[in-house]
């Protein structure tokens, strides 16, 4: 016996319900998964920032002793 639109249209409308729970609970993990990465991301950027000011300040440290030592050491020689 074939079914009626009713049964049809019923059928198919529990198939979207089951449909969309599946999405809402992947969409949900996917938010979690999200969330972990930009924490993650935030921690290495501080952690990438503070090595960068790192290397710049011994670049400016060393480059303003370098100029010291070569302007003062030949004034001191003679």
């Known amino acids: 016996m074939p079914e009626s639109a009713h049964q049809l249209a019923v059928k198919a409308l529990g198939k979207l319900a089951d449909h969309e729970k599946e999405c809402a609970e ?3 993990s996917t ?5 972990q990465m930009k924490d993650m991301l935030e921690k290495h950027d501080k952690k990438w920032d ?5 290397i ?4 400016i440290g060393t480059s303003s002793v370098s100029f010291a030592i070569a302007t ?7």
Do not use: C, D, H, N
Request: aromatic share 8%; no cysteine.
């Open 56 to 59: 710049v300040s011994s670049v």
């Open 31 to 35: 938010r979690v998964e999200i969330r």
């Open 72 to 78: 003062i050491l030949p004034i001191m020689i003679r």
């Open 50 to 54: 503070r090595l960068t000011w790192t």
């Open 26 to 28: 992947q969409w949900g």
